[in-house]
C-alpha cells in the first residue's frame, strides 16, 4: 500500500502499568449527564441521553507526574472546562444490552471536555452543530488509562477539578444521570462500539471559564489525576 502522503499517527494513550498503549478509534461524549449541571445550564435533567462527538485527534496525552500544555483555542473569549470520567472501549458491539455493558469496557481515565462555551452557545440558540464549540483542536486532554480491573469502585468515585488550587467542580460519578452501562446500551444502539472508543461520560456542576496561566488539576479517585497549564 503506497498513500499520496504520509498518514497520520495512531493517536493513543499510555496504559497504567503496560508497555502498550491504547489506539484510539472515536471519541464519544455524553451531554448533559450529571443533573445539577443540567439545571446550571438551564434544562431540568429529565431528558433521554444524548451524544456529540469530538474527532480522535483532539486528543491531548498528559503522563503521569506531568503537567500538560492545553492551547488556548481561537474564535472564543469563553474557554471552560468540564471534568470527566472517561471509559476505554475495548470490544465493541451494536444493540449492547446495559447489563452485558460491563464486559465491553477495557479502562477508565480521567478527561476533560474542553468547550468554547460562547461558539457553542451561539450555534444552540441557531440550532445548528456543536462542532465548533466542542470539537475543536485540543478539545479532549486526557491522562493515563486504568484497566478496568485494577481501577477500583468507578461506579461511586469521587470527581474533582480544581482551577489554580481552588476547587471548581466537585461530585461522585454515582450522580450520572444515566450510568456507564446504561450510556453503553444507548450509545450502541446508535453507532457500532469498536475497540478503541472512547466514551467522555459528561461532567457534574460547576462548570467554568479558563484563561491564559491557569493550572486545571482534576481526577476521579482510583483513576491517575490530570493536570495541565493553559498556555
Ligand atoms: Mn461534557
Redo the contacts with the bound molecule.
Keep these: 500500500m503506497s498513500y499520496v502522503f504520509s498518514p497520520a499517527p495512531v493517536v493513543s494513550v499510555p496504559v497504567v502499568g503496560r508497555g502498550e498503549r491504547f489506539p484510539v478509534h472515536r471519541i464519544y ?3 448533559r449527564n450529571y443533573e445539577e449541571h443540567a439545571k446550571e445550564m438551564g434544562f431540568t435533567g429529565r431528558e433521554p441521553p444524548f451524544f456529540f462527538m469530538k474527532p480522535a485527534d483532539a486528543i491531548v496525552v498528559v503522563n503521569a507526574g506531568e503537567t500538560g500544555q492545553l492551547p488556548y483555542p481561537s474564535l472564543t473569549a469563553n474557554l471552560h472546562h ?1 471534568i ?1 470520567l472517561v471509559v476505554a472501549i475495548g470490544k465493541g458491539g451494536k444493540n449492547i444490552q446495559a447489563a452485558d455493558a460491563l464486559a465491553h469496557i477495557y479502562g477508565y481515565a480521567v478527561g476533560l ?1 474542553m ?1 468554547r462555551r460562547d461558539l457553542q452557545n451561539d450555534m444552540k440558540k441557531q440550532g445548528r452543530p456543536w462542532c465548533i464549540g466542542k470539537g475543536f483542536d485540543a478539545s479532549a486532554p486526557i491522562g493515563p488509562i486504568t484497566p478496568a480491573a485494577q481501577a477500583g469502585d468507578v461506579v461511586n468515585a469521587p470527581i474533582w477539578l480544581q482551577v489554580n488550587g481552588a476547587d471548581r467542580q466537585r461530585s461522585t460519578v454515582a450522580q450520572l444521570i444515566w450510568n456507564i452501562a446504561e450510556t453503553i446500551e444507548h450509545l450502541s444502539a446508535a453507532w457500532e462500539l469498536q475497540p478503541g472508543d472512547l466514551i ?1 461520560t ?2 457534574p456542576e460547576g462548570v467554568g471559564a479558563v484563561v491564559r496561566g491557569d493550572t486545571l488539576e482534576g481526577g476521579v479517585e482510583g483513576l491517575t489525576p490530570l493536570r495541565l497549564t493553559v498556555v
Design positions: 461524549c455524553v451531554g468540564e470527566e471536555d468547550t467522555y459528561g461532567t
